[in-house]
C-alpha cells in the first residue's frame, strides 16, 4: 500500500514557479494601508554621512541658509603664513563663493594684520622706486636735458621717500574704509557675517592683485610716458576682477544670494562713478568760467 505524499504545513507557503519571485526588500504592510512596494535601500551602508555643506554652511538654491554658522578655526600664526600663497591661487584661478567657504573658517586678526603689514610694505617700497625712476625719466624725455641727472634722480627719490611712507598709512586706512562701506551695506541687505571674516576675505584677493600692479608698474617705469599707459592696460582688467570676486566674497561672506552680493558691490561702484562724473562736470565748467573772464588781447 502506497503511503500517501507529506502535505506540507498550512505555515508554509509553496511558490508558483510561473509567479513573479517575492521581492526580498518588500516592506511588510502595515495596517489600515497597503505598504510600499519596495523599501528604500540604505544609501550610507551603515555609515552616518553628514550633509553636505561647505565650511559649515548650507545652500539653499542660490542662497545660503542663514541659520548656518561659520565655524572658526583659525590656523597657528605660521602655518597660516605658509599655506596663503595656495589660498591666493585658489581664489584668483577657482573664483566662487564655494571657494571662498573653504578659506573662511581660518580668518584670525593675527593673520588678517601681517598680511596688510606686508601688503603695506612691500607696496611702499615698489611704488617708492617706481615713482623716483618715473619722475626721472619722464623729466629727461620732456626736457631733453642730461645735464644733471643725477640731481633730478635725487629729487625723483626723495618724493619716492615721501609717497612710501604716506603709503604705510594710507593702505591700512583705506583698506578698512572700503571693507567697512561694504560691510556697512552688507548689513543692509541683512547680511550674516563679521567684519573679521570680510576683512580676511577681502585680503585673499586684494594683496596678490595689488602686488602685480605694483610689480607691473615698477617693470614699466623705466620706459616714458607710455610706461604709464601700459600700467593702466595690466591695471583695468585686474580691476574688473577684482569686482567679480569681491562679489563672491561678499556672497559667501554674508551668504546672501547672488543678485543681492551683486547689489552691495555695485552700489559704491556705481555711487564713486557718479561723483566722478560729476567733478569733471564742475571742473569743466569751473575751467570754462575762469577762461571767460580772462581779457582778451587786441590786436592792431
Known amino acids: 500500500m502506497s503511503q500517501d505524499p507529506q502535505l506540507p504545513n498550512s505555515e508554509d507557503k509553496v511558490q508558483n514557479p510561473y509567479e513573479t519571485p517575492q521581492n526580498p526588500y518588500q516592506q511588510a504592510p502595515t495596517p489600515g494601508g497597503t505598504g510600499a512596494s519596495y523599501a528604500s535601500p540604505q544609501s550610507n551602508y551603515g555609515y552616518n554621512i553628514p550633509p ?12 545660503y541658509d542663514p541659520n548656518a554658522q561659520i565655524p572658526l578655526t583659525p ?28 578659506e573662511l573658517r581660518k580668518a584670525s586678526w593675527d593673520i588678517v594684520w601681517v598680511q596688510l603689514l606686508i601688503y603695506a610694505l612691500v607696496s611702499s ?20 636735458s642730461v645735464s644733471s641727472p643725477a640731481s633730478l634722480f635725487g629729487m625723483g627719490a626723495f618724493f619716492g621717500i615721501i609717497e612710501a611712507i604716506a603709503f604705510i598709512f594710507l593702505i591700512p586706512l583705506g583698506f578698512f574704509a572700503s571693507v567697512g562701506i561694504y560691510y556697512l551695506i552688507a548689513k543692509a541687505f541683512k547680511g550674516q557675517g563679521t567684519f573679521l571674516v570680510q576683512s580676511y576675505a577681502t585680503l585673499l584677493y586684494t594683496v596678490p592683485t595689488s602686488l602685480v600692479v605694483a610689480i607691473a608698474s615698477l617693470l614699466f617705469a623705466f620706459i616714458p610716458i607710455a610706461g604709464t599707459l ?12 577684482t569686482i567679480v570676486l569681491n562679489v563672491f566674497q561678499i556672497q559667501s561672506t554674508h551668504r546672501l544670494s547672488g543678485g543681492k552680493a551683486t547689489a552691495v558691490v555695485l552700489i559704491p561702484v556705481g555711487i564713486g562713478i557718479l561723483l566722478a562724473i560729476v567733478l569733471v562736470v564742475i571742473l569743466f565748467v569751473f575751467l570754462f568760467a575762469l577762461m571767460s573772464h580772462l581779457p582778451h588781447s587786441t590786436t592792431y
Open 125 to 144: 617700497v615698489l611704488y617708492g622706486i617706481t615713482y623716483s625712476i618715473r619722475t626721472t625719466f619722464d623729466t629727461l624725455f620732456i626736457t631733453h
Open 230 to 241: 601700459l600700467v593702466s592696460a595690466i591695471s583695468f582688467p585686474i580691476s574688473i576682477y
Open 75 to 102: 590656523l597657528p600664526l605660521g602655518v597660516a603664513l605658509k599655506q596663503l600663497p595656495k589660498q591666493y591661487a585658489r581664489i584668483l584661478f577657482h573664483p566662487s563663493a564655494r571657494t571662498f567657504d573653504g
Open 52 to 63: 553636505q555643506s561647505t565650511a559649515g554652511r548650507v545652500f539653499n538654491g542660490n542662497e
